[in-house]
Antibody
Framework: EVQLVESGGGLVQPGRSLRLSCRTS????????PTWFRQGPGKTLEWVGF??????????HYGASVRDRFTISRDDSKGIAYLQMDNLKVEDTAMYFC???????WGQGTMVTVSS | DVLMTQSPLYLPVTPGQPASISCSSN???????????LTWFHQRPGQSPRRLIY???NRDSGAPDRFSGSGSDTFFTLKISRVEAEDVGIYYC?????????FGQGTRLDIK
């Protein structure tokens, strides 16, 4: 069974950092391009970014609102994707989801609240 | 960024009746290499999105056959032939033809 499980969310002050994890199982993670999305309270979904597989160069790509502050990485040996979030802002408050290629399976999400 | 516009934003439906949601884009979603990357998701309260339809009209294996997708270029439609109680929630269209990926505002479906 394909599964993605996010973790690492919580309450953090503006300007601080947080790292989210997306643990996967049931498919070939190394061949995939895990993608992060987020959804603010009562809002639509927003693409955060994704990371290519090593076979396609392994580069990460980001949405404009998080570029230069967020970093996506991967550990193919563990089947885990990471989202490192630095210099967090109040507007980063959202549920963060990870998905795999094609967006057919999503994790349950992890909530990040940025507040003083 | 490609703007995705859904209508209606609120859709009350009597069980057993059909329902239709529209989604339009301000740029063609025909990918230069071929294919139209328009996807429909359903999200129930407190849950993650679930993919229903991909590449305009391909229904996911777990999606009931009362759901269908159609459209081309810049205008797309999700149809439910006979609404059931479990269909309540928010429906989103998403384009992945152009970067960045963008979503519609969402259509809330409620049962009358």
């Amino acid at each position: 069974e394909v599964q993605l499980v996010e973790s690492g969310g919580g309450l953090v002050q503006p300007g601080r950092s947080l790292r989210l994890s997306c643990r996967t199982s049931g498919f070939s993670f190394a061949d995939s391009a895990p993608t992060w999305f987020r959804q603010g309270p009562g809002k639509t979904l927003e693409w955060v970014g994704f990371i290519r597989s090593a076979a396609y160069g392994g580069a990460a790509h980001y949405g404009a609102s998080v570029r230069d502050r967020f970093t996506i990485s991967r550990d193919d040996s563990k089947g885990i994707a990471y989202l490192q979030m630095d210099n967090l802002k109040v507007e980063d408050t959202a549920m963060y989801f990870c998905t795999r290629n094609g967006f057919d399976i999503w994790g349950q999400g992890t909530m990040v609240t940025v507040s003083s | 960024d490609v703007l995705m516009t859904q209508s209606p934003l609120y859709l009350p439906v009597t069980p057993g009746q059909p329902a239709s949601i529209s989604c339009s884009s301000n740029e063609t979603l025909l990918y230069s290499g071929g294919g139209v990357y328009l996807t429909w998701f359903h999200q129930r309260p407190g849950q993650s999105p679930r993919r229903l339809i991909y590449k305009v009209s391909n229904r996911d294996s777990g999606a009931p056959d009362r759901f269908s997708g159609s459209g081309s270029d810049t205008f797309f439609t999700l149809k439910i032939s006979r609404v059931e109680a479990e269909d309540v929630g928010i429906y989103y269209c998403m384009q992945a033809t152009h970067s960045p990926i963008t979503f519609g505002q969402g259509t809330r479906l409620d049962i009358k």
